[in-house]
Structure formats: structure tokens, C-alpha cells
């Protein structure tokens, strides 16, 4: 079946310094892909998309990769500050077209350490 | 501030009760979905609806029902609790529905339901 899941569930990362969120999916069909950020206490947010026509995408401050041949993506996070500390959740589409056909992978909990 | 409000943000109740949550979705967005966040899991969907009707089903329970009223709020219903439904029920609303993945679902705070 389908499943999109993280290599490590936990990961600490010194203030300052560049993080990165991996993320496998194992549907071949998916061509959409999200990274949400969830804060404690709060609800997910919205951080960046990307499509399966390209690799890589940036915003600020973060950059998705995507490697669509070993069905890999990643997140990227440049210079890590304190608000950074939440657990980050790749979803991906599964080739289907509806926001409510996403399916959310079990989060990596990220914590910048001062 | 997401702009969706859900209430109540807390919630204790025992096995075999009937709990209803609320969400108010972002000023004209007029999909909602609701999904359910169990302890150190992923989010996973439960049902969305679109202007008043029912657009997609997920994992959703038998036990659980959802509506959208005309104002576009919408409430989960929740019935003959079990202590596996313990969780945290989020509610998002995004402007439209279907046709396109955007990723932009505006989640609230979520509901934490604790069943003893």
C-alpha cells in the first residue's frame, strides 16, 4: 500500500546551523508534494510545495529537493533559528487530484538547540 | 492566526458519550475538512465538505458524522466513544474543493478529545 514516511522521527540541530528533513514515499503515482510545519499547541502550517516536474524548489530560508527515482524528498531549513523547533510533516498526493487526498507522513520532531 | 476557529480546545469525557466539535472555517473558504491526529502520528483525513454537501470520505467511523451548515461552520460529531479515539480532531478550510492540489488547507488549533 501506500505510505509516506521519515528516516528519523527526532532530530536536533544547533542554532545557526542548516537542517535537513528527510522524507520517502513509496507511491509512485504521487506528483504533489507538501511540507507542513506544526508547532506545538497549534494546528499544521503551510511551508512549500512542489510539483513532480521539478526537483527543487525555494522559499525563504527553506528549500524542498526532489528525487523522484529513488521517491525521496527532503526539506531543507537554511540558518535554523529557535522558532524553527516543531515536528515537520511531508504529504504527498498519490497522483490524485483534492487537497483532501493528501496523505500526511508520522512527522520528524525537529529541535534547534540554542 | 490561521483564521479557523475550533472549539472547544479541550475535551474530557468517558466511553460510551457523545462529544460534538466546532469549527468555524476562514472568512470565504467554503471547504472544510476535518482530520484526526492521533499521539505521534500523522494526520489522517476524515471527511470534507463543500458548501454545505459532502465531498470526500476518508477513514472516518461509522460512529463519527459530520455537517456543514448554511454559515459554512461545520461540527463533528462524535459518538459511542471508545478510548482509542482519544486524539487531536483538526479542522482546515481552504477556498474550494477537488479540482486542484494547492497544499494551502488552513488548519485550526485543533480539538483535544480525551476519552477515560
Known amino acids: 500500500g501506500e505510505s509516506v514516511g521519515l528516516h528519523l522521527p527526532t532530530l536536533s540541530v544547533q542554532e545557526g546551523d542548516n537542517s535537513i528533513i528527510n522524507c520517502a514515499y513509496s507511491?509512485?503515482?504521487?506528483?504533489?508534494f507538501i511540507w507542513y510545519k506544526q508547532e506545538s499547541g497549534k494546528g499544521p502550517q503551510f511551508i512549500i510545495d512542489?510539483?513532480?516536474?521539478?526537483d527543487k524548489r525555494q522559499g525563504q530560508r527553506v528549500t524542498v529537493l526532489l528525487n523522484k527515482t529513488v521517491k525521496h524528498l527532503s526539506l531543507q531549513i537554511a540558518a535554523t533559528q529557535p522558532g524553527d523547533s516543531a515536528v515537520y510533516f511531508c504529504a504527498e498526493n498519490g497522483g490524485r487530484v483534492g487537497n483532501e487526498k493528501l496523505t500526511f507522513g508520522t512527522g520528524t520532531r525537529l529541535t534547534i538547540i540554542p | 492566526d490561521s483564521g479557523v476557529t475550533q472549539t472547544p480546545k479541550h475535551l474530557i469525557t468517558a466511553t460510551g458519550q457523545r462529544v460534538t466539535l466546532r469549527c468555524s472555517p476562514r472568512?470565504?473558504?467554503?471547504?472544510v475538512y476535518w482530520y484526526q491526529q492521533s499521539l505521534d502520528q500523522g494526520l489522517q483525513f476524515l471527511i470534507q465538505?463543500?458548501?454545505?454537501?459532502?465531498?470526500a470520505k476518508g477513514n472516518i467511523l461509522e460512529r463519527f458524522s459530520a455537517q456543514q451548515f448554511p454559515d459554512l461552520h461545520s461540527e463533528l460529531n462524535l459518538s459511542s466513544l471508545e478510548l482509542g479515539d482519544s486524539a487531536l480532531y483538526f479542522c482546515?478550510?481552504?477556498?474550494?474543493?477537488?479540482?486542484?492540489?494547492?497544499?494551502?488547507?488552513?488548519f485550526g488549533e485543533g480539538s483535544r478529545l480525551t476519552v477515560l
Open positions: 512542489i510539483r513532480s516536474n521539478m
Open positions: 472568512s470565504g473558504d467554503l471547504s
Open positions: 482546515a478550510s481552504s477556498v474550494g474543493w477537488g479540482e486542484v492540489n494547492t497544499g494551502e488547507l488552513f
Open positions: 465538505y463543500y458548501n454545505g454537501e459532502e465531498r
Open positions: 507511491n509512485s503515482a504521487s506528483d504533489y
